[in-house]
């Protein structure tokens, strides 16, 4: 049995490859495009592993997938492959729309062609499933009940628009075609291996350079953090056990608003790489709100724990700990990341194409 996964080089993705051969030996396809946010770094782990195979290629290049199915095989395709990052989605949103939306098509059809050439167990033990995001749900109020899977889908920013549509398209494949599709909605995700240009990598990597740390606008909203490798366990778990066509949210239970999110960093490396400058909380900077800012995410997981289990093992207090250590112990991953030689990573290690 093999398993397919697209994105694995990426924040949760990665961390979702090395979890699962963490946890299990069942082979991982891995297809890539190595985009900016994808680091095969974070896999170097697994270089001399025959478990992992990794190929360099766009999900929206049908040839490729096709051959990759007639190839291994998979038992199911784990779809984390996107444009993530909401402030590009803001500056350049084509991207986002062809990965995430077209990405998502080819992979649904490509999936669809294979399913249909499987039978018996093997058919009927197919999963496709989709990683998507809470921020389809819009923004919520301050007195709002979190995110259900039954809210309806209010997306903001051109990111969650694209993940939305893909959203639709998984459940349409399912609807009409019978393809059998799972669907996940988390909350926002911190750990090892976060791109630093999102929130908490960020705001790490400036105090530690001494560079300011910017806070859009008042710095009260709210998002609902999750450690990674929580959402990697609750993707398992839904895997293994969620009903076909169904979604489930994964969260942390955890809401906070992002001012007190750079305040427990700041307090963080005060203890832990104290700056004889003093307190990193100097270095905090209000600035331009994003436009069409989202207030308040928050995730209701109550049916993913009813059904299969599933709770969050770290709390924020753990969870945020260990990340900062992570990233005062990999200084070098982040230099590599912030000078660009990540991206030669590639060639340096395994030359050019498919690896392992
Ligand atoms: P990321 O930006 O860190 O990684 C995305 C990966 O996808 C990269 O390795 C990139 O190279 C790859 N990729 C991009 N375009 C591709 C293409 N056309 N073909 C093949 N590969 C391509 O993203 P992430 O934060 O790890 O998010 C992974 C998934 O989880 C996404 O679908 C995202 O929407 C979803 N999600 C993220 C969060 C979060 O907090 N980061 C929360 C909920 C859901
Ligand atoms: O909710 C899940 C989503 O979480 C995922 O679907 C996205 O892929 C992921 O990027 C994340 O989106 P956010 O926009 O919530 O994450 P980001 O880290 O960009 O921002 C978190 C909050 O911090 C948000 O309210 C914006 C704010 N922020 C962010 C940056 C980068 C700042 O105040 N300053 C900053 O410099």
């Known amino acids: 049995m093999t398993i397919l996964v697209t994105g694995g080089a990426g ?11 963490r946890s299990s030996d069942e082979p991982v396809v891995n297809l890539d495009a190595l985009t900016y946010a994808g680091n095969l770094e974070n896999l170097a782990s697994l270089k001399d592993d025959a478990r992992h195979v990794f190929v360099q290629g766009d999900i929206c290049d049908r040839a490729l997938v096709d051959q990759l199915l007639a190839t291994h095989r998979p038992r199911a395709i784990v779809h984390f492959a996107a444009e993530s990052h909401v402030d590009r989605s803001i500056h350049g949103p084509g991207a986002f729309m062809r990965t995430n939306v077209e990405g998502t098509f080819t992979l649904l059809e490509a999936a669809r062609a294979y ?4 039978e018996g167990e093997t058919r009927d033990g197919f999963r496709f499933h989709h990683v998507s995001t809470d921020e ?8 709002d009940p979190p ?9 903001n920013s051109p990111y969650s628009a694209s993940k939305a549509a893909s959203d639709h398209l998984v459940r349409a494949w399912h609807h009409t075609y019978g393809l059998p599709v799972v669907t996940t909605n988390c909350s926002n995700n911190y750990g090892p291996y976060h791109f630093p240009e999102k929130l908490i990598p960020l705001m790490i990597v400036n105090a530690l350079a001494g560079k300011p740390l910017p806070v859009y606008g008042d710095g009260q909203q ?7 490798t929580d959402h990697c366990s609750g993707i398992r778990a839904v895997l293994a056990g969620g009903r076909v066509g169904e979604t489930y949210n994964i969260g942390g239970w955890n809401e906070k608003a992002n001012i007190d999110i750079v305040r427990t960093v700041c307090a963080l490396l005060d203890e832990l790489r104290p700056d004889a400058a003093g307190p990193y909380s100097r270095l905090i900077t209000y600035v331009k709100d994003r436009p069409g800012h989202d207030r308040r995410y928050a995730i209701d997981a109550r049916k993913i724990e009813r059904e299969l289990g599933w709770r969050p093992a770290e709390t924020f207090e753990t969870g945020i700990r260990k990340t900062v250590q992570w990233y005062l112990s990999n200084e070098d991953w982040v230099a590599r990341v912030q000078s660009g030689a990540y991206r030669d990573w590639v060639s340096k290690q395994y030359g050019a194409g498919q690896t392992n």
């Open 11 to 21: 924040f949760i993705g990665s961390n979702f490859v090395l979890d699962w051969l």
């Open 115 to 118: 399913w249909g050439t499987l």
């Open 136 to 143: 389809v749900y819009g923004s919520l109020q301050p007195q």
């Open 147 to 155: 995110f259900s899977e039954t809210n309806p889908y209010e997306p």
């Open 222 to 228: 709210i998002r609902d953090w999750l450690y990674v």
